[in-house]
Structures are given as C-alpha cells and as structure tokens.
C-alpha cells in the first residue's frame, strides 16, 4: 500500500467519512428539498455539505494529493492524466436511496494509486457502521460503540447463492444466467453498500451490466479486493481508473468467488459469438 497510508492516515480518513456521514444525517432527518443535476440526477444539501468536509479535511490532512469527486467541478482529462496517486469521492452515494429515507446510502472515499484503488472507506450512517480496507491491512467493519472486526468474503458454498440484483429491469443474459444457476436468493440493495455486503460474505455475487460511475465502485473496490474478493470487467480484466476521458465504468462482476465470475463469462461469450 502507498507509504502515505499509515495507520494515522488510515484513521483520519476513517474519521473524515464518519464526519461527513454525520452531515448528512442531520439533513436527512429533517424535511429537505433537492434539485435535479444535468444529467437528471438527484442533488440535495447533504450532497453539498458531505463534499465540503471531505474536501476541505483531506486537503487539510495532507495537500499534496489532487481529489476528484462526483460533485466538483469537472477536471480535463489532460489534468488527470499526470495523477499516479488521489483521491477519488463520492461524498453520498445513493442518493435516490436517501431520498426514499430506507438507509442504504454511504459515503465513499478511495485512494487511487497507478489507476488501482488500494484503500477505501465506506461508511454507512443510518447504519452506524463503517468499512474499510486496503493492501496491507485487509478489510475491517466497525459498528459504532463496538470492536473492530476483520471480514473476509465467503467462499464456501450455501444452498443458496445470494445475488445482489437490481430493483430495475434485469438483462436478458443475465436472466439466463440466474436461471442457469438453479437456486438464489435475489438480495435488493443500494449503493455502495453492495460491495459491503460481498466483502462480509453475506452475499456471494454482483453482476453489474449498466452504468456506474468510477466513485460508485473504487472504495468499495478496495474493500472487496481486500477481503479476499474480485472485481472484474464483463471482457474479464481489472478495471483501471483514470483511464480515459470518459469516468464510467465499463460493465462489471464482483463476487467472492472467481469460479462464478468465469462461468459468467463463458456464458456471456458464447451469447455474445
């Protein structure tokens, strides 16, 4: 992991997210208006206040690292282009999740190094829990008022498979997919917390086949890689982050267990052919 990452910073970052989590409940537990962005999605004063702390604290902590974040202004790829190390935030993840007031919204901070993310919190607020992980540490849940806990992915096979689906409408691969793997239990949930759920083991699978943005997934990234997990692109490669102009994500699997992303694969390959 980079040397910047020591244990103080690990914990200032920790606390960073906490901190903005603390935000924006005191937000969501008043009635609050939002408006729409350009690209028609949601933006509310938590949005605003989240992001103001996390930028103004990681600047604080240490100033040498650039930070991209969903709600700063754009930066030219050009720009980017030279970063080998920064930050990447998304200060409320799952904003529609806030809106419906059901608690599955997170604040999510990584540190992006050579296009990899090694290290990320995710903090939960309404949950009072917060996850992190990264390269020489490995992955940790901490429930407020209790012990750190060290999680690992669940490789041992239930009767039933958990896959994380969307409340959306499914693809028709991976409809094929869900009924080629017999028995599952579908779990629905948001944001980022998906990869929380991965990294713990209580999920097994994430087929992702729709569009995300690069701070929807690189702390939560870490956190499964970390704990034992995979990431990998439907044409079955890492994804690499500031990579190009363009900051979505391509298609993308993450689960516990290699083997299921494979099958997955081969049989979005052979559809594909």
């Known amino acids: 992991m980079s040397n910047i990452l020591n244990k103080e910073t690990i914990q200032s970052v920790i606390d960073i997210a906490n901190l903005a989590g603390d935000a924006i409940m005191s937000i969501y537990n008043t009635d609050f208006d939002y408006e729409l962005k350009d690209d028609n999605s949601p933006l509310t004063k938590a949005d605003i206040a989240s992001n103001q702390i996390i ?5 604080r902590m240490n100033p040498s690292y650039p930070i991209l974040s969903e709600e700063s202004s754009e930066i030219e790829f050009d720009e980017r282009s030279q970063w080998d190390k920064y930050w990447l935030i998304d200060p409320l993840d799952g904003t529609k999740e ?11 901070i ?23 992980g990264g390269s020489d540490i490995g992955s940790m849940k901490k429930i407020d008022g209790k012990e750190v806990e060290k999680i690992n992915v669940s490789n041992i096979k239930s009767e039933k498979l958990k896959v994380i689906s969307s409340r959306s409408h499914k693809s028709e691969i991976l409809n094929l997919y869900l009924n080629k ?3 599952i239990e579908e779990v629905n949930v948001g944001s980022s917390l998906k990869f929380c759920l991965l990294a713990e083991g209580k999920v097994d699978f994430y087929p992702r086949l729709g ?4 701070w929807d997934t690189a702390a ?12 990998l692109s439907d044409k079955g490669n890492k994804i690499s982050y500031n990579s190009s102009e363009s900051l979505l994500n391509p ?5 516990s267990n290699l083997k299921l992303i494979d099958e997955f694969l081969e049989l979005y390959k052979n559809l594909s052919s």
Request: glycine share 10%; net charge negative; charged share 15%.
């Open 220 to 231: 939560g990234e870490a956190i499964l890689k970390y704990s034992g997990g995979y990431v």
């Open 181 to 183: 793997l017999g028995s």
């Open 55 to 59: 930028i103004n604290e990681l600047e």
């Open 110 to 132: 990584a540190f992006i190094e050579n296009n990899s993310p090694v290290f990320g919190v995710i903090r939960v607020p309404a949950k009072y829990v917060t996850y992190w």
């Open 211 to 214: 569009p995300t943005s690069e």
């Open 251 to 255: 298609n993308f699997l993450a689960s």
């Open 98 to 108: 806030f809106l419906k007031k059901n608690g599955e919204f997170t604040v999510n």
